[in-house]
């Protein structure tokens, strides 16, 4: 079919990889290479802190703050920033996005967000004008998986699920997309899905579309 709309998640869609970024600078900063991982996703209460953080009910000025603490880091200014300096965007995705827009398709970011102040990882990765829509969990108190946040950006795009292909790194994220009838794209890292996507979409693939992850 013809699609009209296409949703991309941000980190690991319309970035490089961050885990070897990010390492890095756990690395110079004295920690173990995972310490970031751990810290946001393994230790509970760091778990709920970067929860709070993605709905918007904890700024990130505070979460850095309570992460700096937990990591045993004594500088908390822009940790976010500092952490994340290293981190590029996808180029192959950026253009398959820019060849979606050229061929007439809605294009949106739907991004389990992780604060824009002090530091907005979408500008700084340079994505922020890809997009006709942007749906982010902290403007809008919910974050993926969470059906409404999936019914309200095809609300915004103006499209049926079926018009529409959404591709995520997190495989979580996938079937509530799915049971809205939208055609869901894993980003598994795997080097040729970018021009599989292409060819799903029915365009052209951009040159250099394969990835190291």
């Keep these: ?105 809605t294009v949106a970011m739907l991004s389990n967000s992780f604060g824009l102040d002090p530091y907005d990882p979408y500008e700084h ?10 749906v982010l969990s902290e403007r809008e108190g919910v974050a993926k998986p969470d059906p409404a946040i999936y019914r309200l950006t095809l609300d915004r795009m103006g499209l049926r699920g079926e018009e529409c292909v959404f591709v995520d790194d997190q495989e979580v994220n996938l079937p509530p997309a799915a049971a809205l009838g939208i055609t869901t794209v894993h980003a598994d890292g795997d080097p040729g899905y970018v021009g599989r996507l292409a060819s799903l979409l029915g365009l052209a693939p951009a040159p250099g579309t394969s990835r190291v992850v």
Excluded at 125 to 134: E, Q
């Design 125 to 134: 990765v340079g994505v922020w004008d890809l997009f006709d829509v942007t």
């Design 1 to 105: 079919m013809g699609y009209r709309g296409l949703i991309l998640d941000f980190v690991g869609v319309m970035t490089q990889e961050v885990r070897d970024p990010i390492g890095q600078w756990c690395v110079a900063e004295g920690l173990a290479p995972h310490a970031w991982h751990e810290a946001l996703t393994v230790d509970p209460r760091g778990r709920e802190h970067y929860l709070a953080l993605e709905a918007g009910r904890l700024t990130q000025a505070e979460w850095n703050r309570r992460t700096a603490l937990q990591l045993g880091l004594a500088e908390s200014e822009n940790l976010m920033g500092r952490a994340w300096a290293q981190v590029r965007r996808a180029e192959d995705m950026v253009a398959l996005a820019v060849a979606a827009r050229e061929a007439g398709m």
